[in-house]
Structure formats: C-alpha cells, structure tokens
C-alpha cells in the first residue's frame, strides 16, 4: 500500500502561481510514476503531468507544457506540482496518484489514464479568482 496526502492548494489570483505538494508513505519502492491530475465539478479526471519515480524523467499534458513543473524529492517523499500563469480554468481539485510499472505501457504518455495509476490522494482544491 502506499499513501499519498496532497497539500498547497488554496485561493489564489488569476495570473498568479501555487505549488502543491504530495507526501507519499508506505510501500513506496513499487512506485514507477508519480502524477497529478485534476478534476473539476462534472467533468472527467485530467491528466496534468507525472514523473518517473526512479530517474525523474517528466511528461506533461500539452496544455500545460511551459506553466507548469513538476519535481520530486527523494529524500522526503515528495512530489511537487508548480503551476505558474494560472486561468480560472484551472480551478479543480487535484490530485496525487501513484503508478506501478505496467507491461502493457511502451511510453511515459501511457500513464496519462487514471487506470494506470495504483493509488490516489483525497485531492487539494484549487481555486483561481478572475
């Protein structure tokens, strides 16, 4: 089991930036990919980014390539999510997820499925003001 408990979100400016943070515990090791995604009222769950576990390498949703970074921390367990520019379409709750390896997937954009992923956080909302 791994837990993942998301942090950071909050109110903020149209313009403005945030930072999220996601604390993972547990069976960590099993771990591949570490992604965000988020979700707003009535809509499905989007992919945002997501970060190998291991080696770090990233892969970002295309509408959020430049704004956006995301980074871990080894020795803490944590994954960061950096949104810069934020829109009020940003507004949703976002969520932490970790994924195990899966056979089935060639590529880093194959982890950009909910399915793909093992565990989830409760989410942090996020809210940006026009």
């Known amino acids: 089991q791994v837990q993942l408990v998301e942090s950071g979100g909050g109110l903020v400016q149209a313009g403005g930036s945030l930072r999220l943070s996601c604390l993972a515990s547990?069976?960590?090791?099993?771990?591949?990919?570490m992604g965000w995604f988020r979700q707003a009222p009535g809509k499905v769950r989007d992919f945002v980014t997501l970060i190998s576990w291991t080696d770090g390498n990233t892969y970002y949703a295309d509408s959020e390539k430049g704004r956006t970074t995301i980074s871990r921390d080894h020795a803490t367990n944590k994954v960061y999510l950096q949104m810069n520019s934020l829109k009020p379409e940003d507004t949703a709750v976002y969520y932490c997820?970790?994924?195990?390896?899966?056979?089935?997937?060639?590529?880093?954009?194959?982890?950009?499925?909910?399915?793909?992923?093992?565990?989830w956080g409760q989410g942090t909302q996020v809210t940006v003001s026009s």
């Open positions: 547990g069976r960590t090791f099993s771990t591949y990919v």
């Open positions: 997820a970790a994924g195990s390896r899966k056979d089935y997937c060639s590529g880093y954009g194959c982890y950009a499925l909910p399915t793909r992923y093992d565990y």
